[in-house]
């Protein structure tokens, strides 16, 4: 208990009273209002000449103080930092302060469209301030905002970013560590599920072609967990490419991995007949290398792994479609093989009613006993 001077109002003033020494930084946050009889006692931080421009009949008096418990929702904390710069005559920005962030590393990452409503041009006068507030508060040290997702096939330019020097991220996910620019490269958190699905497969010995290989959220834990012994990886993204390799040397498997740089229309011919699991991982679709991706299989068949988005109700539709073609895709390879559907992942909600699924199936040659 500390004894501080108070700011005392007839109860049913207290909340407007609090709401204006807050406005005119007057009040302190570190210790507890107290309700004494009828009247309600408000901490302040300095004794201001007077607050009777408010409107409200006051007194000022020295009072005991309880310590406030410090804030341990992230949600209420940050509301409390950005509502210290929200002027009054602005209180409706309260309704845009953001809800929803990602962590990587020490970098607060916001959705797309936090802080781009008119009003906060108004708000935000020194960025840095206001920026360095908010990651102290959410205890990083960073902040970006996502930018859309490009529309082109490397998927570029992801996020602004907001407060810091360098986009660099370092997150470690399952025992592995990745690393990349987190302004050129696309960071999936919601394909966690797979990661980890892909990281308890017993792929022992296997030889793993990795077709859209990112930054290696696949092709890591198949290696690190699954022991597969080796990868190729296919990314046409150099800023992905570097990623990989970064990841491959801190996790320490670039002895295992082989990196295929550029589109794999033209790096999966070269591996022809070589492996025995192929992933598809390209979303909306990776249809376009799936006929490639079947011609890589050993002699004796092997897996795919494909991605896709699928509209709820038409998800069985696609199985037997997709086994079907990809059975059309082996005989045109004079493959002949059976294809089997061994498991249907979701993986997560990509927009309403639609799904990011994972197909995986399975070719075996038709003289194998069954
Ligand atoms: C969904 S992202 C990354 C997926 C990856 N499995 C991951 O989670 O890190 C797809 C990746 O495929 C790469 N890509 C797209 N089209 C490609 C192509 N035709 N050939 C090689 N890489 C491609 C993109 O650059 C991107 O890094």
Redesign the pocket.
């Known amino acids: 208990m500390d004894e501080l001077s108070a700011v005392i109002v007839p109860l049913q003033f207290g909340e407007a009273m609090y709401e204006n020494l807050r406005r005119l930084k007057a009040l302190n946050k570190q210790y507890t209002p107290v309700r004494i009889n009828e009247e309600l006692a408000l901490p302040i931080s300095s004794e201001s000449p007077s607050f009777h421009s408010i409107g409200i009949p006051y007194r000022i008096e020295r009072v005991m103080f309880e310590h406030s418990p410090p804030s341990i929702n992230p949600h209420r904390q940050l509301k409390e930092v950005i509502q210290e710069f929200i002027p009054q005559g602005m209180e409706h920005a309260f309704e845009f302060i953001p809800t929803k962030w990602e962590r990587l590393d020490d970098l607060i990452l916001f959705p797309k469209e936090a802080f781009t409503q008119p009003i906060w041009g108004e708000i935000i006068q020194d960025k840095n301030n206001f920026f360095e507030q908010i990651a102290n508060v959410l205890q990083g040290r960073r902040v970006g905002r996502q930018q859309p997702i490009a529309n082109d ?3 570029s330019s992801q996020m602004e970013l907001l407060l810091g020097d360098s986009s660099w991220v370092e997150v470690k996910d399952n025992g592995l560590f990745y690393g990349f620019d987190a302004c050129k490269v ?1 960071y ?1 958190s919601g ?1 966690v599920t797979e990661r980890h699905r892909m990281g308890s497969l017993n792929v022992e010995g296997e030889i793993i072609i ?9 092709s890591l834990p198949l290696l690190v967990h699954g022991k597969a012994t080796h990868v190729h990886a ?4 150099p800023e ?1 490419i570097k990623a990989l390799n970064w990841a491959a040397e801190k996790n320490d498997v670039s002895q295992s991995i082989t990196i295929h740089e550029g ?3 033209s790096t999966l011919p070269n591996l022809r007949g070589i492996a025995d699991r192929v ?1 598809l ?3 909306p679709s990776s249809e376009a ?1 799936w006929k490639p991706a079947i011609s890589t299989l050993k002699e004796q068949g092997g897996s795919l792994h494909i991605h896709m988005n699928v509209e709820e109700e038409h998800i069985e539709q696609w199985t037997k479609d997709t086994i079907q073609t990809c059975l059309n895709y082996a005989k045109s390879d004079d493959r002949d093989w059976r294809c089997t559907h061994q498991h249907l992942e979701k993986v997560k909600w990509y927009a309403p009613r639609v799904r990011h699924v994972v197909l995986d199936v399975s070719f075996s040659s038709s003289n194998s006993a069954s």
């Open positions: 096939t490397i998927r696309m999936s394909n990795d077709a859209f290989a990112g930054i290696g959220y696949y296919c990314e046409l993204n992905s589109d794999n229309q992933l991982g390209l979303l290398a």
